[in-house]
């Protein structure tokens, strides 16, 4: 990866979690009896344990992975990339399992339809298997297969803030309805997980020369 795209991809990761990390965070003000800064949702009043785990857990994971990702951080510290990754796959659970609770033992999100919910009911178990599949690559120490699914799980979980730009944008242009907005939803999973494929199968151009010091099992190809 190229210094320039090594210091955008922070950036451009940290604006895809930004929008749910935040409401995230108004979310659980509200629910410990802070001010209604956002709209309440009376679906989590009685047990709102599943969006409490998942908001925690989305939170950590997301902006936690996005230190995880960039090479050189990961070069450079190798030690902190294999603790915070333990911490961070054990986030990442948490996200997938909250969210197939949340999607099968709470009411579906008003204006949304059976299409997402069938699509978090694959989402979610895919996304922890990308994480069992890394962590087990990892141990096994094959980190080319271990960088690939870690991506993927990340794109999995991502799909939230890129929901973001598609509603959005799609919703601007196309108008709204349960349909299209579970359509918009879905694209926003299969825009992350084409980029990642990208990113997947990108051959890496350049490297740092500080990269060719660093034992080859800490370097991910
Ligand atoms: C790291 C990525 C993720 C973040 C940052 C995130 C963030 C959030 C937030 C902030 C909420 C609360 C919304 C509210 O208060 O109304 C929420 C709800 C929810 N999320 Fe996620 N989420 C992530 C990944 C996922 C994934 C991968 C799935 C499904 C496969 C999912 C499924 C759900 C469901 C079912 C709800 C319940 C509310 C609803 O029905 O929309 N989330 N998420």
Do not use: K
Request: charged share 20%; aromatic share 8%.
């Amino acid at each position: 990866m190229t210094r320039r795209a090594d210091r955008l991809l922070p950036v451009v990761l940290l604006a895809l979690c930004f929008v749910p990390v935040l409401s995230g965070t108004l979310r659980l003000v509200q629910l410990a009896g802070g001010p209604e800064i956002m709209p309440a949702d009376d679906r989590f009043l009685d047990w709102p344990m599943a969006l409490v785990v998942h908001i925690v857990g989305s939170a950590v994971f997301a902006v936690g992975c996005v230190f995880q990702l960039v090479p050189t951080i990961r070069r450079r510290h190798p030690d902190w990339h294999r603790r915070a990754g333990r911490v961070l796959a054990v986030a990442g659970l948490m996200v997938a399992g909250s969210a197939l609770w949340l999607t099968l033992f709470y009411d579906p999100q008003p204006g949304t339809g059976p299409l997402l919910l069938v699509l978090r009911l694959v989402v979610a178990p895919a996304m922890a298997g990308c994480l069992v599949v890394g962590v087990a690559a990892a141990r096994r120490r094959d980190f080319r297969a271990h960088r690939a699914w870690m991506i993927r799980g990340y794109a999995l979980a991502l799909g939230a803030g890129t929901q973001v730009f598609t509603l959005g944008f799609g919703e601007a242009v196309l108008g709204h309805g349960e349909l299209r907005g579970d359509l918009l939803r879905v694209a926003a999973w299969v825009i992350n997980l084409a980029v990642a494929e990208w990113a997947i199968r990108r051959p890496a151009r350049r490297r740092t020369s500080r990269a060719r010091r660093v034992p080859a099992e800490v370097v991910s190809p």
